[in-house]
């Protein structure tokens, strides 16, 4: 009966991966085409705005006007540096920061999670500075270690580590005891349950405080570039819009906001890289 019926279930299978696929594809081209016909009428909008003249040019340029700023920075630079310059200035300022803040603010959030003496004793000096405006700690940072790098670093430093202790002090607090003590009936070790354990089960909801953190340390960036910096998206912006010049602030911050998307999408990709049985959940 099994003989007869595999030459029948096989094509069975594949007619039922196709329907899959069907079913799949719909739905992933329905997200885009939404996705773009969203981004399409606010082009539009933006467009009949400018050709129409309701709105000043001085403050609202047309989006030829932004290209031709876009097209202007990449080739021929602005204040003294390309666009890619400014980015990879940007964009080094932000991810040194803020892993700097996954190696402390992990540990540490793993670690105040765990022990609730070490919550006690830290969890106030958290929750000090954690409210406190990015621009009041940076004229403290200024005064105290000068307006070159390390001023930056250590504002998107302290910007990005809150996040990151919180979302991992609630993700190992919330690790189901009963997985705890039956590693501890077979043996494990502190070790043991810290790597195999605690971080399988917090991991989700720590990389999704890391997006966040990076989320919140992405908006300081113009904040920590404003003193004395000569490079860099967010010191480009404020630079122009000194001087009016509005196509070049709202290319900056197309630009801001599109490197945001694609540090984002990275850190996703990167929570699929290291669990990748998270995605079971996602089907």
């Known amino acids: 009966?099994?003989?007869?019926?595999?030459?029948?279930?096989?094509?069975?299978?594949?007619?039922?991966?196709?329907?899959?696929?069907?079913?799949?594809?719909?739905?992933?081209?329905?997200?885009?085409?939404?996705?773009?016909?969203?981004?399409?009428?606010?082009?539009?909008?933006?467009?009949?705005?400018?050709?129409?003249?309701?709105?000043?040019?001085?403050?609202?340029?047309?989006?030829?006007?932004?290209?031709?700023?876009?097209?202007?920075?990449?080739?021929?630079?602005?204040?003294?540096?390309?666009?890619?310059?400014?980015?990879?200035?940007?964009?080094?300022?932000?991810?040194?920061?803020?892993?700097?803040a996954c190696v402390i603010g992990i540990p540490l959030g793993v670690l105040m999670g765990v022990?609730?003496?070490?919550?006690?004793?830290?969890?106030?000096?958290?929750?000090?500075?954690?409210?406190?405006?990015?621009?009041?700690?940076?004229?403290?940072?200024?005064?105290?270690?000068?307006?070159?790098?390390?001023?930056?670093?250590?504002?998107?430093?302290?910007?990005g580590l809150p996040g990151i202790v919180i979302s991992t002090i609630q993700a190992v607090s919330s690790v189901d005891p009963v997985?705890?003590?039956?590693?501890?009936?077979?043996?494990?070790?502190?070790?043991?349950l810290l790597f195999h354990v605690y971080l399988p089960a917090a991991g989700p909801l720590i990389l999704a405080g890391m997006r966040i953190s990076l989320g919140f340390t992405y908006t300081v960036l113009v904040a920590a570039e404003i003193v004395a910096a000569s490079a860099g998206i967010g010191w480009m912006i404020w630079d122009a819009a000194k001087f009016l010049l509005s196509d070049v602030v709202i290319m900056g911050l197309i630009v801001l906001g599109l490197t945001g998307v694609a540090l984002d999408y990275g850190m996703r990709l990167l929570a699929r890289l290291l669990m990748p049985w998270?995605?079971?959940?996602?089907?």
């Not at 998270?278 to 089907?283: C, F, G, M």
Request: cysteine-free; charged content about 15%; aromatic content about 10%.
């Open 1 to 100: 009966m099994s003989a007869e019926a595999s030459p029948i279930a096989a094509p069975l299978a594949q007619r039922a991966g196709v329907n899959a696929m069907k079913v799949r594809l719909p739905r992933l081209s329905r997200s885009f085409l939404l996705s773009s016909l969203s981004v399409a009428i606010l082009l539009a909008a933006w467009l009949l705005v400018t050709e129409m003249g309701w709105a000043n040019e001085l403050f609202l340029p047309k989006p030829q006007a932004v290209w031709g700023a876009f097209v202007k920075t990449m080739t021929k630079g602005y204040q003294g540096a390309t666009l890619i310059q400014h980015i990879g200035t940007s964009l080094f300022r932000i991810l040194a920061a803020f892993a700097l």
């Open 179 to 192: 997985y705890v003590r039956a590693a501890q009936s077979l043996g494990a070790s502190r070790r043991d």
């Open 115 to 159: 022990s609730r003496d070490a919550r006690a004793l830290l969890n106030p000096l958290i929750e000090f500075y954690r409210p406190l405006p990015p621009l009041g700690l940076y004229t403290l940072l200024v005064m105290w270690l000068g307006i070159g790098e390390t001023s930056k670093l250590s504002l998107l430093f302290l910007a």
């Open 278 to 283: 998270t995605l079971a959940s996602h089907r």
